[in-house]
């Protein structure tokens, strides 16, 4: 191919591409070869395939195939219509089902399960993988694909099948139009404080935080646990403004790209948030990115201390790179360093103290759904509001008598739920009771 055709392609492929290559007059013909069967591709799509076909469409089908033969689960093609929903995460409204996904042993795994939303009120739950959305499989599909199935317009439905612990789950869902709010704050007693970051996916999560913490300040706690299970990660600035809260000075991330003049190391400011309050930070599965910054640093720095199980192990950092046609490209751009020097992609962090959460065994599972239909429940509660202190053995035989057999921890556990106090319901969430026991010891 002569160089006057080669330029002519090429610049005819830049202007269809709307800026995607940057190709002129002036480029050398060794900048160009590398496309040489793109370009001839494209060219014999256009001249000789059996029907018309839009350009852009074949633009769009190189750039998506480049991007996925990096083989980087993070880095992807976003369409126009993704990017603007990507846009409205960001802005705080969220239209689907209310997860968060990522690529697991080639399907896709939800990370975290927003409070109030369709997938929470179906019973959907971190580590789920969802095998098929609608009868077709989602094995080796992008996660933009399986992020489009999920969505649509609102009060449709959408039939899932889950993998969860190894049995196949059908689930049905109605999408909604879901709103996010990225911190929860509460008081477990009069001594401590409770602070659940959903996610750092919003802007305004830091502020959110500071403005928490400032009113625990007020409250004068004497002990913070800081929940970061199922969050899935965000932006990187509000886990470095996140941090810096809770640590006087030192490291609190290196990120460090292919170009070593690119690298950056985030540290501390003077004026911690809460100083010499007692820490405990809240970890899971389904702790990714952002905020395994916030604990990792928090952990390596001896501020507090970690409870739960292994985080999920992503180590990088992805960027949005917006392009002319309204579509983008998120790109991982670098790695992520503790401030230990370690990496936790793939390996996750480890707490200090290990506690699983609840899973109810296949006995358990039937005595919950007997109980939840059982009258009985509803008129102990009825006769004995502040239940706990009540002997719970004639409740507990009378519901052998209905052919229900329960234990007394698991209805103790139906009881919490049940019950008009909410102030006793953290009582069953066996990580959190775990770090308050910690906390309240100090």
Do not use: C
């Amino acid at each position: 191919m002569n160089k006057k055709r080669w330029l002519a392609i090429g610049a005819a492929l830049g202007l269809i591409m709307g800026g995607f290559l940057l190709v002129g007059a002036q480029t050398p013909e060794g900048l160009l070869m590398p496309l040489q069967p793109l370009l001839e591709t494209y060219e014999i799509i256009q001249t000789r395939y059996i029907e018309k076909v839009d350009p852009s469409k074949l633009v769009e089908g190189a750039v998506k195939g480049m991007v996925e033969s990096l083989g980087d689960p993070y880095s992807s093609w976003i369409d126009s219509a993704e990017h603007e929903r990507r846009e409205m995460i960001q802005q705080g409204r969220l239209g689907g089902l209310g997860v968060r996904i990522a690529t697991r042993d080639a399907f896709p795994t939800i990370l975290h399960v927003l409070e109030g939303t369709p997938a929470e009120k179906a019973g959907l739950k971190a580590g789920d993988q969802i095998s098929v959305v609608d009868g077709r499989s989602t094995r080796e599909t992008s996660l933009e694909e399986v992020a489009n199935r999920l969505r649509g317009k609102v009060g449709t439905r959408v039939k899932l099948i889950i993998q969860r612990e190894e049995k196949p789950l059908e689930f049905t869902l109605t999408r909604a139009i879901i709103r996010e709010f990225t911190i929860k704050k509460e008081k477990l007693d009069e001594e401590v404080g409770y602070l659940h970051i959903v996610d750092f996916q919003s802007g305004n999560t830091a502020q959110n935080v500071k403005e928490a913490l400032h009113e625990f300040r007020q409250e004068k706690i004497v002990a913070l646990i800081l929940d970061l299970r199922d969050n899935g990660g965000g932006l990187l600035s509000q886990a470095v403004e996140v941090t810096d809260e809770f640590l006087n000075s030192g490291k609190i991330v290196s990120v460090e790209g292919r170009d070593p003049a690119g690298s950056q190391v985030y540290h501390a400011q003077a004026g911690e948030a809460l100083p010499d309050i007692p820490l405990a930070v809240l970890i899971n599965e389904g702790s990714a990115s952002a905020s395994e910054i916030v604990a990792g640093a928090i952990k390596d720095h001896g501020r507090g201390l970690l409870v739960g199980t292994d985080s999920f192990g992503k180590g990088t950092v992805q960027e949005t790179f917006p392009l002319p046609n309204g579509g983008a490209v998120t790109m991982t751009i670098a790695r992520y360093y503790l401030p230990s020097g370690e990496t936790i992609k793939e390996t996750g962090i480890v707490p200090d103290i290990t506690v699983e959460a609840f899973q109810p065994t296949e006995k358990q599972n039937e005595a919950l759904a007997s109980l939840q239909e059982s009258n009985t429940i509803e008129s102990f509660l009825g006769d004995h509001p502040r239940w706990e202190r009540e002997n719970l053995r004639p409740l507990i035989q009378k519901l052998n008598q209905e052919g229900i057999d329960a234990d007394e921890e698991l209805v103790r556990r139906l009881l919490r739920e049940k019950d008009r106090d909410e102030e006793n319901d953290f009582l069953n969430d066996l990580q959190l009771l775990r770090a308050w026991e910690v906390l309240k010891a100090r």
